[in-house]
């Protein structure tokens, strides 16, 4: 009775390791090489079972091959996730709600005050997929998210106000990001630079990013490479809540672009015409 006791005890903590690990790689490329990892695994399960001698063979050396290069490729990520380790983030407790209230707030004053005075803009919301080439070529901020340093960010002649900010759920990650322009030839090419490289990100990542055009004076969320323009504060906030919170309710990316059309999706899609988008 004891030992299944120390058992069970045993399973649990290495369980609770785990869990915690896999929390500090989300938002890193090692999330995706995980879901490989795990799909290569039930495939080679299969045909074992199956006794498919030849794709057996294939998968167990090609997994063979990923615990060598792994440590390798991911080096960045390996390194940070052990950093934080050191910093006790292993026993980090989700975001309560006041605390994700609190950067609601912070950003979208921040994203009202650059419109309101048109300030051009470009935030990133970085989800699971991490940005990492992005914002290793940046400059590093690791700040914590307040409206006045995202305002001060963008201020006109401050060196970082023509590239983008990075953040994820915790802080302000990098300023001065450099991110790739969407170019199919479906975009109007009264798109101007911002608003092309926030559909570039997201048809590259999954992150979420709010524009503020100098010209319109108005913010518009670019998300899987769909735009949004106009968005009211209220719209806003609505995005920035599920973002922060949405972490226990929304599940998958259907859900996700279920969740963005009924913010808003349902005002028609503004396509201007002669307009330079800035």
Known sequence: ??????????????????????????????????????????????????????LTWFIGNALLALSVTVPIVFQPE??????????GQLYKHQMSEDEAEMKVRQISGALSYLKAHKIGALLV???????????KTAIPLNAQITEELIIS???INNPLHDGAVILNRYSLIAGGCYLPLADAPEISRWFGTRHRAALGITE??????FVVSEERGEVSLA????????????QVEGVLRHYFMGEQVVKGWEARKKMLKDLFWAQKKEQSSGE???
Request: hydrophobic content about 55%; glycine content about 6%.
């Open 153 to 155: 960010i963008f201020w």
């Open 125 to 135: 919301l970085q989800q699971e997929v991490g940005l990492g080439d992005y914002t």
């Open 1 to 54: 009775m004891l030992s299944n006791v120390r058992s069970l005890i045993d399973i649990a903590i290495v369980s609770f390791i785990i869990y915690r690990i896999l929390v500090l790689l989300v938002g890193t490329r090692a999330v995706q090489l995980i879901r490989g990892v795990i799909i290569l695994s039930i495939i080679l399960l299969v045909a074992s079972f199956l006794k498919f001698r030849l």
């Open 223 to 234: 998300v899987k490479g769909k735009l949004s323009k106009n968005l009211k504060d209220f």
């Open 276 to 278: 330079l988008v800035k």
């Open 204 to 209: 590259v990542s999954d992150a979420m990013v």
């Open 78 to 87: 390996l390194r940070k996730m052990l950093e934080e380790l050191g910093k």
